[in-house]
């Protein structure tokens, strides 16, 4: 056996290995009931309204898109900073 198929023998064959299957096998209908329970996701990580008011503040404040850890770090503390400043 080569080493890249252990995970797809590990998968479909589990007691080469003496582990125990533990694939759960669902009905069509469950996995339909759950689709239309969930909302998707937007491509957006937030409100609109936040998003809105935050790409507002950068413009109105000078800042940019970040471009590395530092920069997002400032500009989520200002952003913070002048939502709070504003209620």
């Known amino acids: 056996m080569q080493g890249g198929n252990r995970p797809i023998m590990l998968y479909n064959l589990p007691e ?39 790409m507002l503040l950068m413009e109105e404040d000078g800042y940019g898109i970040p471009e590395d850890a530092g920069d997002t770090r400032n500009l989520y503390m200002h952003l913070r900073n002048s939502i709070l400043n504003q209620m």
């Open 16 to 54: 080469l290995y003496n582990k125990a299957r533990c694939l759960c096998y669902v009905d069509e209908r469950e996995i339909d009931d759950c689709a239309e329970e969930t909302t998707p996701k937007l491509d957006i990580p937030c409100d609109e309204t936040v998003r809105d008011l935050c």
